[in-house]
């Protein structure tokens, strides 16, 4: 069966919409853990979308902007850090405020500087790193080999060195969103043709997507699952078709009943339910600019998020979802604190980068 693709597939606002989604199923997972409700583990497979827009994001910009990579390091690397400097002080400086003590301010500090970074942003960094490097060469296909092998040997490579199985989970879909730009034309004739079937298997690999306690089987489970689930996200805003997001949404919910039945791949399921979501999130409406705007703040409320659920002692209120709600709203507030401090900031380091440049 053929699909018809629309001319202008996954915009920059529909990026946006999808981390504000993203985000609220990481809330939602994380709180559970703190407020001690059961939520499926989908963490690492919400993470993914956000490398996969930040790779499809890069190789549009690289190959739509004049001289993009000329300044590459400068801006998107250094602004990257910059802008996490700046979040986590306002992280530390609040916590300060709450507990009414600033014994923690310091060592925060030095950590934020001195120590590793948050993983996310550590090995965005290092992805980052091998898209420039890799931006130089001139075969489109020699670029894809070696960014594929080099961000799937620093996966391992960071895993390996900080110990933690964090570095290995998402990151594959990174590789895919830089992909997904360079072969656009490819892409579009491959869902024009086989669209439907290519949908069916990724629904398929969702609904077969759980949580592995080994180590090779959990990096697969999770890259592929990951990557079904973006491909499926682009799918709902580019893809001209009325029945495709209502499918879909009868197919998650069936899913999720059957999980919670079975209690099996109820992370496949609640990331096919996201999916839904984002799918019936694209009709125009306000509601799409409330969800941009939020999504513009993906980076603070990412990072800042979960320190907010250790400002409520555990066992102070019974009802796990009055701290959430709390810990959801203060994490907004601070965020957009955050947020404009760092376009504050940045816009002037930019700035003086051009005028540099210039002279």
């Not at 590793?116 to 290092?126: M, N, R, T």
């Not at 091998?130 to 070696?146: N, P």
């Amino acid at each position: 069966m053929n699909l018809q693709i629309k001319d202008s597939t996954m915009s920059y606002q529909d990026t946006l919409i999808f981390r504000a989604i993203l985000f609220f199923g990481i809330f939602l997972f994380h709180a559970g853990w703190a407020f001690g409700f059961g939520f499926p583990d989908i963490g690492h497979l919400c993470v993914a979308g956000f490398f996969f827009m930040s790779g499809f994001g890069l190789e549009y910009s690289r190959r739509n902007k004049a001289n993009y990579l000329k300044t590459f390091l400068q801006k998107r690397v250094m602004g990257l850090m910059i802008q996490y400097w700046i979040i986590m002080l306002v992280s530390s400086l609040a916590w300060a405020v709450v507990h009414l003590s600033a014994d923690n301010v310091l060592p925060d500090v030095e950590r934020m500087f001195f120590g590793s970074p948050h993983w996310y942003v550590a090995e965005l960094v290092v992805f980052y790193i091998i898209f420039f490097l890799t931006g130089f060469m001139g075969s489109e296909r020699t670029r894809s080999v070696a960014l594929t092998i080099a961000c799937t040997a620093a996966m391992f490579l960071m895993s390996d060195y900080f110990g933690s199985p964090l570095y290995y989970a998402s990151g594959a879909s990174f590789v895919l969103g830089v992909i997904w730009v360079q072969y656009s034309a490819g892409v579009r004739q491959l869902f024009e043709r086989h669209g439907l079937g290519i949908l069916i298997v990724c629904f398929a690999i969702l609904a077969l997507t759980t949580r592995s306690s080994s180590s090779t089987l959990d990096f697969v489970v999770t890259s592929v699952g990951g990557m079904a689930f973006c491909i499926i996200l682009w799918a709902v805003c580019s893809i001209k078709s009325r029945y495709l997001v209502p499918v879909m949404s009868m197919a998650s919910i069936l899913m999720v009943i059957v999980s919670m039945a079975s209690d099996f791949a109820d992370e496949g399921a609640t990331m096919l339910l996201l999916a839904s979501i984002c799918g019936l999130l694209m009709s125009p409406g306000r509601h799409r600019d409330i969800l941009a705007f939020i999504g513009t703040m993906s980076y603070p409320l990412y990072l800042l998020h979960y320190p907010t659920f250790n400002y409520f002692y555990p066992g102070l209120i019974d009802e796990f979802y009055l701290p959430m709600i709390a810990s959801l709203a203060i994490t907004l507030v601070l965020s957009y604190l955050a947020q404009s401090l760092c376009d504050r900031v940045i816009g002037r380091y930019n700035s003086l980068l051009e005028d540099g440049a210039s002279t």
